[in-house]
């Protein structure tokens, strides 16, 4: 199976600040990638797809390096309830048949 | 109110005991899947479903098994054989075409009495 690297921090920052989070892939093929955001004891949600050389969605920025076979997560503006697991997602096939590989995730606590 | 339905939301197996986990989404996907968490690891992958009674075997199918008879219903059974099935469970499905995210339900916790 492909292998999918994050930092599993934590990450500690202040509210306000800015963080970011890097993910290495090693499967070459894989044309899109996903942030899922995970709560203590939840189940992991959808934060955001990655198709092209990125996505921005309010305060969440996310940005593809294909040569360099890294995804990163940017949140400007952290808030309290940004304090989550954020795991990274790449799809190992390229086919209508691909199954997902799941980071072990990066942990962020924001604090006051 | 589209969505996955996972239940029970908590399950005690007794030391031999087969038990059942349900799974169940009304968003018309193709695929479903079941992972594994335990605590601070990443998912892992036991089985999964491309379509009606057709399935997979994922990273660690071994002790489990499952059945696609419909195509909104995905359960997962936790044999006798798995000798660690501690771990929170957690279902997904996803649109067929490739390269789609997964939706994931809320997750049945599995403890050993």
């Known amino acids: 199976r492909k292998e999918v690297e994050q930092d599993p921090g934590p990450f500690n920052v202040p509210e306000g600040a800015t963080v970011a989070f890097n993910c290495t892939y090693s499967?070459?093929?894989?044309?899109?990638f996903f942030w899922y955001r995970q709560d203590c004891r939840k189940e992991p949600k959808l934060l955001m797809s990655?198709?092209?050389s990125g996505n921005e969605d309010g305060r969440f920025t996310a940005q593809l390096n294909r040569a360099s076979q890294y995804i990163s997560l940017l949140i400007r503006d952290s808030k309290l309830s940004d304090s989550a697991t954020y795991l990274c997602v790449v799809p190992e096939g390229t086919s209508g048949y691909s199954t997902l590989t799941f980071g072990k995730g990066t942990m962020l606590l924001v604090s006051p | 109110d589209g969505g996955i339905t996972q239940s029970p939301k908590y399950l005690f197996r007794k030391e031999g005991q087969n038990v059942t986990l349900s799974c169940e989404q009304n968003?018309?996907?193709?695929?479903m899947y079941w992972y594994r968490q335990d605590p601070g690891q990443g998912l892992r992958l036991i089985y999964y479903s491309q379509i009606v009674n057709d399935f997979q075997k994922g990273d660690i199918a071994e002790g489990y098994s499952v059945s696609r008879e419909k195509k909104e219903s995905f359960p997962l059974t936790v044999t006798s054989a798995q000798k660690n099935p501690t771990a929170f469970y957690l279902c997904a499905s996803s649109v067929q075409g490739g390269n789609q995210p997964q939706h994931f339900g809320d997750g049945t916790r599995l403890s050993i009495l």
């Open positions: 968003l018309n996907h193709d695929a």
């Open positions: 990655v198709y092209s």
């Open positions: 499967n070459s093929a894989s044309q899109s």
